[in-house]
């Protein structure tokens, strides 16, 4: 091997165009893939901006793709002044490429970014391009959300709008926090999951990386094979850590040597410490017991941490993803190179750990009973395990009941429930309707109880994650999943409305899936028996805006096909990713239900079955007379398409 007097190797810079190796799945997905907003995640200097800058380059360079790119580095962006002006000037950047195709940049420019990118897109698409936001550093945001939440719903739909625009967000797992999720707003993040996962390259890639293989082949590094594979295996094949070594094993002229000076680098351990530090903490007790495990299995995980297994299962897909661990050729999880092993042994010799005599030996059942009891109890019958969630009515927790030895959900409400006695009317017909309905894909709610001034219900426990969930970490579901939950949701609602019972809240969010795909129908606290006023007063809005029907938004009488259209905006973004009607306020989302045609899911999804694409549309007619006749006839409908 030949040092040279040039070193091909870029350490802590983006590249593109010759420099850039791999990410050719990515690369397609973005410019060719049916998902107009994608988000890009990864650890730090995994390449995220390397990838933007590679879409930039591949744009500009080939007009015929029609992307228009735009580089939006959100860095220090944390107060709606600074994201303004930070989008002027992204436009100045862009100012010879816009007049080279005609477009001034007085035309386009303003001091609110959103009327800037309002006419930009429109001068675009009079081109026939679509803009291509490419938008970097983005958990910047997160300050900006606290500042003015507003601001960001506003951002997510103009980056999301349907036509002439492609939004491309690359950010560091710290982005996460965007997408929580309270009262009926959506988060900044809906419709850009299921995130694209920027992991490191494959072995192919690494090694033509190592060995420089799109440059001139006398600017190429002399590395022989065992020097390629040893930097290979060392990185495990992270690009930034194989531009480091192979950047040393020239100057030095040793691959070991190299490798020894790197895992010594405090750049590289301040490199790893960040990345580590922005991890659960749930993450990084996974990692220190593969670490302390050498190699392990989820099962010897859960047996040594305190952790639902549904928590160390999604941990572990988590961090392999982000490129913590990988398997090993037994299929156990390791860690994944040298370097970061080398910085965890450190990191653990200062980290406080228990010596064998000061945490006495406990056996499985003692451990599950620790574990049961620390929550306490109610009514001295039900033992309060774990927190499952806080809505907007109460915390549920996971509960034992120790008088029928099962086990439970118990919602305790917040107090201003508690004290309300509509409220409180509400959960008690909640309580009556689940019990006369008794359907297989409808919850179970039991009882309605108070202990030490704590207003409780009890509960059949689900244990999954609601529809919403699934469709944000998965974004569109296949086909048959589809058919399969929604072929449930109709039997559900075929059984409420043979009881005359309105749901008049079908929601993702109101609908439990568990580990099989069972579906249970939860929250009948707004239902109303066909005919009867209800408990409350008549002329107001009663649902959520993003799943109401046009006559409810109408406040007119209602009937099974109400449900039946919010049924249809379910099916729609389990076959989209996202919901068919969006906008800034209540009363705009209400107008579109009540005049807006419903968009065909097959523009946004083309390989969705037409039949299944016409069943949605269907649904969703402004006319109920146009709908299915009831949720029988969905039903039979969906079953002829499985």
């Known amino acids: 091997m030949n040092a040279r007097s040039s070193i091909p190797f870029v350490v802590g810079q983006w590249v593109r165009g010759e420099r850039f190796y791999g990410r050719s799945s990515q690369l397609e997905e973005i410019l060719e893939g049916p998902r107009n907003c994608l988000w890009l995640l990864g650890t730090r200097r995994v390449g995220k901006t390397s990838l933007l800058k590679q879409l930039e380059y591949l744009t500009v360079s080939s007009p015929e793709r029609g992307y228009f790119p735009v580089f939006w580095d959100f860095q ?138 799109q440059l001139p082949s006398d600017r190429r590094p002399n590395f022989d094979r065992d020097t390629i594979e040893l930097i290979r295996d060392r990185c495990a094949n992270h690009p930034y850590l194989i531009q480091l070594v192979c950047k040393r094993c020239l100057e030095l002229g040793d691959a070991r040597e190299a490798c020894e000076e790197v895992a010594t680098d405090r750049m590289v351990s301040y490199f790893f410490s960040v990345d580590f530090d922005m991890l659960s903490a749930d993450d990084r007790e996974v990692i220190h017991l593969i670490a302390e495990q050498t190699a392990a299995t989820s099962k010897s995980i859960q047996h040594d941490l305190p952790l639902e297994s549904g928590v160390v299962g999604s941990s572990l897909h988590r961090l392999e993803h982000l490129g913590f661990v990988r398997r090993n050729p037994e299929r156990r999880y390791e860690l994944a190179n040298y370097f970061f092993r080398r910085w965890l042994a450190e990191l653990s010799g200062s980290r406080p750990r228990p010596t064998v005599d000061a945490v006495p030996k406990i056996s499985d059942s003692e451990r599950t009973l620790i574990q049961e009891r620390r929550l306490g109890m109610l009514d001295d019958r039900y033992e309060l395990q774990q927190e499952l969630g806080t809505g907007a009515t109460g915390v549920v927790y996971k509960a034992y009941d120790t008088l029928l030895g099962v086990k439970i959900a118990v919602k305790v409400l917040k107090d201003e429930y508690a004290d309300n006695e509509e409220a409180l009317e509400r959960f008690r017909q909640e309580i009556v309707l689940s019990r006369d309905i008794g359907h297989a894909n409808i919850l179970r709610v039991y009882h309605l109880g108070q202990s030490n001034a704590k207003t409780y219900i009890t509960m059949q426990l689900v244990e999954g994650q609601t529809l919403a969930q699934v469709v944000a970490t998965t974004g569109p579901l296949p086909e048959a999943r589809i058919l399969a939950l929604a072929t449930q949701l109709a039997s559900a609602l075929t059984a409420a409305h043979a009881r005359q019972v309105l749901h008049r809240d079908i929601k993702p969010q109101n609908i439990m899936v568990d580990a099989s795909d069972a579906v249970f129908v939860t929250d009948f606290g707004l239902a109303r028996v066909i005919g009867h006023p209800g408990i409350t007063r008549g002329g107001l809005f009663l649902g959520t805006p993003y799943y109401t029907s046009p006559e409810q938004a109408n406040l007119e009488p209602l009937d099974g096909r109400s449900d039946l259209y919010s049924l249809g905006l379910i099916l729609y973004e389990m076959a989209v990713g996202r919901r068919p009607f969006e906008a800034d306020s209540t009363q705009e989302v209400l107008d579109l239900h009540r005049h807006a045609p419903a968009p065909d899911p097959r523009l946004c999804r083309p390989d969705l079955n037409p039949a299944l694409g016409e069943l949605i549309l269907r649904c969703l007619e402004k006319d109920p007379a146009r709908r299915y006749a009831d949720a029988g006839s969905l039903g039979r409908a969906l079953v002829e398409l499985v």
């Open 76 to 213: 220090g962006t944390d107060d709606p002044e600074e994201l303004h002006e930070d989008f002027a000037d992204t436009l100045l950047d862009a100012e010879e490429r816009l007049e080279a195709i005609d477009i001034a940049l007085s035309d386009v420019e303003a001091d609110d970014l959103f009327v800037s990118l309002g006419k930009l897109r429109r001068r675009l698409r009079a081109q026939g391009l679509t803009l291509l936001l490419l938008c970097d550093e983005v958990e910047e945001l997160i300050h900006l959300n606290e500042k003015a939440p507003a601001l960001l719903r506003k951002l997510r739909r103009a980056m999301q709008s349907r036509e002439g625009v492609r939004s491309v967000l690359a950010s560091s797992i710290r982005l996460w926090a965007l997408a929580e999720h309270e009262g009926d707003t959506s988060p900044f993040l809906h419709g850009f999951t299921p995130p694209l996962y920027i992991q490191t390259l494959s072995d192919a890639k690494a090694r033509a990386l190592i060995g420089q293989a």
